[in-house]
């Protein structure tokens, strides 16, 4: 299903595209996601840039990259072609979900956003774990197709096609800008 409309209160969250996972999304994504980014601003909508310094504890039978080395000193930071600008909302996360334990819904809330348009990586762990959770609370949640993207493309089509139209709308990235300017 594509989306059907975009609310007068819908905000962009663009889920960990920071420097220690920009290898994760192609330039394509990255290009998509700076596009919804500057399209938001344009309208006056919110922003959200998520990044993430760690994740939950507990076993796993796939242990994440790079477990157990330190992280770069740099592998939190937003990627450049974000442009993040001052009026941007920046939420750090420890696990999987943007929402869990960041205070993401309470800045949404304050702000009357009914509507979420995600992009990002990956598309199987913290985009479909913010898209669940998004849902949750009782938000409208869009998922840009075309500006998500995941190491494994089985794990993203599985995402895309399967998951995303029982909790979301999806759409392109020309199609949520087209409404964006329709508005």
Do not use: W
């Not at 220690?20 to 601003?41: D, H, N, Q, T, Y």
């Not at 409208?140 to 089509?157: I, Q």
Request: charged share 20%; glycine share 10%.
């Amino acid at each position: 299903m594509t989306v059907s409309t975009i609310d007068p209160t819908c905000a962009l969250v663009v889920i960990d595209l920071q420097k220690g996972l920009a290898g994760l999304a192609p330039a394509s994504v990255i290009e998509g996601a700076s596009r919804l980014a500057g399209a938001f601003r344009q309208r006056g909508l919110p922003v959200v840039l998520v990044n993430v310094t760690g994740g939950p504890a507990g076993r796993t039978e796939f242990p994440p990259a790079g477990a157990g080395r330190p992280l770069p000193p740099d592998f939190a930071e937003l990627i450049d072609e974000l442009d993040a600008a001052p009026t941007d909302i920046r939420v750090t996360k420890r696990r999987v979900s943007a929402f869990h334990d960041t205070g993401l819904d309470t800045h949404l809330r304050d702000l009357g956003v009914t509507q979420l348009v995600l992009a990002g990586v990956a598309t199987g762990s913290g985009v479909e774990s913010t898209a669940r959770s998004g849902r949750d609370h009782g938000y409208h949640v869009v998922v840009a197709a075309d500006a998500v993207s995941d190491p494994d493309e089985a794990v993203h089509r599985h995402s895309v096609e399967r998951i995303f139209p029982k909790i979301a709308e999806t759409a392109t990235v020309d199609e949520i800008v087209s409404l964006l300017h329709e508005r």
